[in-house]
């Protein structure tokens, strides 16, 4: 079946460092690929997402490339802000889209950024 | 503003006892709202598909009499955990399908002790 592989755990960086967030996944077929994040004490947030190989998502500075060759899809920032702390979840819709279909999420990473 | 909102964030009951768990969608009606249950460290696992105005669609191992989900209204899901132990203390989450995405209520934190 689908599953998610991210990296755990909590990832403490001081404020404009690098930041990538590994991310590997298991699917049948070609899956569309998603990152949430959930901010302390409000629910997941579509952060990016990309359907199909080769795509780009990005937002809030945040970028991730569909990787199909690696069956990754690694979230990276290239400065981090202490208001970029929270939890990321990678997840996969096998069906694509990701509106009407089941969604298969990783652990998730908690980030903390200090000043 | 918010697209789902799940009450209570948090919750403590005894062992026992049935808690019941809010989740609406605020922006647009939805025909089919999803339950997720979350330990700590592992991934969110689906638990069932409310269906408005029909029966839920439970995931494998997960018991329906345990966790009953009533989805009366096209804004309105509810999870009532019946009789819950100990290790039915978990983060539950309630997530409406947009065309595109998944919003996600804040999730509940139900500890029993």
């Known amino acids: 079946g689908d599953s998610v592989t991210q990296m755990e755990g909590p990832v403490t960086l001081s404020e404009e460092a690098f930041l990538t967030i590994n991310c590997t996944y298991t699917a049948t077929g070609y899956p569309s690929l998603f990152w949430y994040v959930q901010y302390p004490g409000e629910g997941l947030q579509l952060l990016l997402k990309?359907?199909?190989?080769?795509d780009k998502g990005s937002n809030k500075g945040f970028e991730a490339t569909y990787r199909k060759e690696t069956t990754s899809f690694h979230l990276e920032k290239g400065s981090v802000q202490v208001s970029d702390s929270a939890v990321y979840f990678c997840?996969?819709?096998?069906?694509?889209?990701?509106?009407?279909?089941?969604?298969?999420f990783g652990t998730g990473t908690q980030l903390k950024v200090e000043l | 503003g918010a697209v789902v909102s799940q009450h209570p964030s948090r919750v403590i009951c005894k062992s026992g006892t049935s808690v019941k768990i809010e989740c609406r969608s605020l922006?647009?009606?939805?025909?089919?709202m999803f339950w997720y249950r979350q330990f700590p460290k592992q991934s969110l696992m689906l638990m069932a598909t409310s269906n408005e105005g029909s029966k839920a669609t439970y995931e494998q191992g997960v018991e329906k009499d345990k966790f009953l989900i009533n989805h009366a209204s096209l804004t309105l899901s509810t999870l009532t955990v019946t009789s819950a132990h100990p290790e039915d203390s978990s983060f539950y989450i309630c997530s409406v399908r947009g065309f595109t995405e998944a919003f996600f209520g804040q999730g509940t934190r139900l500890t029993v002790v």
């Open positions: 997840a996969l819709s096998s069906s694509g889209g990701g509106g009407g279909n089941k969604l298969t």
């Open positions: 922006d647009f009606q939805a025909t089919t």
């Open positions: 990309a359907t199909k190989a080769d």
